[in-house]
Each structure stands twice: as structure tokens, then as C-alpha cells.
């Protein structure tokens, strides 16, 4: 389970996510919000914007070969409150993760922070039958975008296999966006990636409970 805030959220991890779906694994790409609030429609409304990057998030999943699902709240307004973390948590124990896949607990936009709470909460939630009925008490790992202040262990995942994903990705935003970011410096970005683990291209995350060891390494 991959769990992000806004459409477009997820192109950091969609080479990961495809991977796991090429596999046979189910793979699901939940959204908090629709994104309404997104700066670059100018004065479209705000339900109209919402529409658009709906489809947006429908598209880019049918690309990586996952399901999805929108979570019913107001873009700008994620707080991590127990209201959405119990949303969450009613999914998870739907969906069954072994992995749950987020945003940092650092980031500047208030809505990423927001959605790294409330998985945080959630992932404990889930496990509570009288709130979520079936509860899913199988340890779930966590991993979050990488930032480097945070001491945790990095985990490097080799996208190489999916990167053309991941690259589809990128360019139907950018195509749609018009970033000034383009698909080379992504490219190179990712490359620069992969040299850090000894492989073409690469996805980066961190967890805060690293895998045990049998033994002493």
C-alpha cells in the first residue's frame, strides 16, 4: 500500500510499486485528497479540479498496475487527526499490507506531514477489531521518502526493471504541469540513485524499523 496526499504524490515510489505489481503482488495506491486546491488550474473550481486529477490518479495507476482508492478530504485541510487515521486504518484492515509506503514526517507542505501521521496511527488502529471489525494484526513495515536530517536506515530498491513506469509516470504529469523539472534531470536523478547502491537506476526510502539480522552482520 502506497499512501499520499495529492495525485502526483507518488512518482517517487511508482518504479517500486510497478516492480511489485509486475511480481503478482496486489498493489494499492491510496490518495488522502483529490488535490482540488492544485495552484496551476487558476480559477477553475475547485470540484472541477478535483474531477481532473481524479482521473489523473486513475490513469497513472492503471500505468504502475495498481489499484487505487481517494479518501474523502479537503486538499490543504489534512490535519493527521484520528479521524483520518481511523479512514486509513478501516482500508488497511481491508487490504491486508505487509508494507505501507509514505510520505516523510519532515516535509514542508503540511498535508505530506498530515498523511505520514495519520499512517502512523493508523497502522495501530488497524489492529483494534471494535474499530475496524477484521483487524490486521500482521506486522506491516513502513517506509517513507528519504531525508537526509532523518538518521535512518536508507533502503534502495533497483528500478531498472520498471523504469520506463516510472519515466511514464513523470512525463504524464509534466506533459499535463509543465514543469520546469524534465524528464532527463529525472532520469539523472534516478541514475544518481542507482550509483549509490551499484545499480542503473534506483528509488530511495527510509524506515524507522530496519529488517533484524539473524545475527551480527
Not at 513523470?170 to 534531470?185: A, S
Not at 542507482?194 to 533484524?212: I, K, L
Request: hydrophobic fraction near 40%.
Amino acid at each position: 500500500m502506497a499512501v499520499f496526499a495529492h495525485p502526483d504524490d507518488e512518482i517517487g515510489a511508482s518504479g517500486t510499486l510497478a516492480l511489485h505489481a509486475r511480481r503478482g503482488d496486489r498493489v494499492l495506491l491510496v490518495w488522502m485528497t483529490k488535490g482540488g486546491l492544485a495552484s496551476q488550474f487558476g480559477e477553475l473550481e475547485e470540484d472541477r479540479v478535483a474531477e481532473i486529477r481524479e482521473g489523473h490518479g486513475a490513469h497513472v495507476a492503471r500505468l504502475i498496475g495498481a489499484e487505487y482508492r481517494f479518501l474523502p478530504f479537503r486538499d490543504t485541510f489534512l490535519t493527521g487527526s484520528r479521524e483520518e487515521a481511523l479512514a486509513l486504518a478501516r482500508l488497511m484492515a481491508e487490504f491486508r499490507p505487509d508494507a505501507v509506503i509514505t510520505w516523510d514526517p519532515l516535509d514542508v507542505h503540511p498535508d505530506h506531514r498530515a498523511t505520514h501521521q495519520a499512517v502512523l496511527s493508523a497502522l495501530k488502529l488497524c489492529r483494534i477489531p471494535k474499530l475496524v471489525e477484521e483487524a490486521h494484526r500482521e506486522p506491516v513495515r513502513l517506509y517513507h521518502y528519504p531525508r537526509r536530517e532523518l538518521y535512518r536506515p536508507m533502503i534502495y530498491v533497483d528500478v531498472t526493471e520498471t523504469e520506463e513506469v516510472a519515466e511514464a509516470v513523470f512525463g504524464f504529469y509534466q506533459g499535463f504541469y509543465r514543469w520546469p523539472f524534465t524528464l532527463e534531470e529525472f532520469r539523472a536523478r534516478r541514475r544518481l540513485r542507482g550509483r549509490e547502491t551499484g545499480v542503473p537506476f534506483a528509488e530511495a526510502f527510509q524506515t524507522d524499523s530496519p529488517p533484524a539480522w539473524p545475527a551480527l552482520p
